[in-house]
């Protein structure tokens, strides 16, 4: 479940940005639809505790955001939210599986590498485990990252643009996977797109219109 109340948010030296109310019932899936500038990626942000907000509330899985300091809410996040970026953050000195592993970390939880295994096999990208990111082609990759994103099974999926970059095929597959792994997992599943394809895919999720701010006179 989430659910936003009042939401601003302004970076430095910028115009306030106004997200309108939603509320997501555990399960559900968004879609943040909107041109770029209107905010889709802030509010992910403010959904997984990366950003707070000037003002407002964010309560995920009945947890406020808010009242957690920085340190808790990392932890927090680690172990309840599955975030998948539109740039996937792999590191490539180390190798998939190791990636895997920094989860553990953020969450301060002890390594669990059979769960890595199943994770992995799970997404069909258990061969490559011992290889690198920048041997992997780019739906290997996400594949991969949404393997990382899983892993702790959270109760919430966050996707920036996962479509932005895949032609129809890819695209169609990336979606399956997103909208399968967030049913076998129960979780709300929330999806920053502009892309027509991921209406047309999942046309009965609820969907949060955003705009760009009116500059001022």
Same mark, same amino acid.
């Given at each position: 479940m989430i659910e936003t109340r009042g939401l601003t948010y302004a970076y430095p030296h910028a115009q306030s940005l106004p997200l309108p109310d939603v509320v997501v019932p555990q399960g559900g899936t968004l879609l943040l639809r909107g041109p770029s500038g209107s905010g889709k990626s802030t509010w992910l942000a403010l959904a997984a505790g990366l950003l707070m907000p000037s003002s407002g509330e964010v309560v995920v899985a009945g947890q406020s955001l808010g009242v957690l300091r920085s340190g808790a809410r990392d932890t927090w996040r680690a172990r309840h939210v599955g975030f998948l970026p539109q740039k996937l953050h792999l590191s490539d000195a180390l190798s998939v599986s190791d990636n895997l592993a920094l989860v553990y970390f953020a969450a301060g939880l002890p390594l669990d590498r059979?769960?890595?295994?199943?994770?992995?096999? &799970? @997404?069909?990208?258990?061969?490559?485990?011992?290889?690198?990111?920048?041997?992997?082609?780019?739906?290997?990759?996400?594949?991969?990252?949404? &393997?990382?994103?899983?892993?702790?099974?959270?109760?919430?999926? @966050?996707?920036?643009?996962?479509?932005?970059?895949?032609?129809?095929?890819?695209?169609?597959?990336?979606?399956?996977?997103?909208?399968?792994?967030?049913?076998?997992?129960?979780?709300?599943?929330?999806?920053?797109?502009?892309?027509?394809?991921v209406w047309q895919t999942l046309p009965q999720a609820q969907v949060l219109p955003l705009m760009r701010p009116e500059r001022r006179a």
């Amino acid at each position: 479940m989430i659910e936003t109340r009042g939401l601003t948010y302004a970076y430095p030296h910028a115009q306030s940005l106004p997200l309108p109310d939603v509320v997501v019932p555990q399960g559900g899936t968004l879609l943040l639809r909107g041109p770029s500038g209107s905010g889709k990626s802030t509010w992910l942000a403010l959904a997984a505790g990366l950003l707070m907000p000037s003002s407002g509330e964010v309560v995920v899985a009945g947890q406020s955001l808010g009242v957690l300091r920085s340190g808790a809410r990392d932890t927090w996040r680690a172990r309840h939210v599955g975030f998948l970026p539109q740039k996937l953050h792999l590191s490539d000195a180390l190798s998939v599986s190791d990636n895997l592993a920094l989860v553990y970390f953020a969450a301060g939880l002890p390594l669990d590498r059979a769960a890595i295994v199943r994770s992995l096999d &799970a @997404l069909q990208v258990g061969a490559f485990a011992a290889r690198r990111p920048s041997q992997l082609s780019g739906g290997q990759a996400q594949r991969v990252a949404l &393997a990382r994103a899983l892993l702790l099974r959270p109760c919430v999926i @966050l996707a920036d643009e996962p479509t932005a970059s895949l032609d129809d095929d890819a695209s169609a597959m990336a979606l399956s996977l997103l909208r399968d792994s967030a049913a076998r997992l129960e979780a709300t599943l929330v999806i920053a797109t502009h892309d027509a394809r991921v209406w047309q895919t999942l046309p009965q999720a609820q969907v949060l219109p955003l705009m760009r701010p009116e500059r001022r006179a």
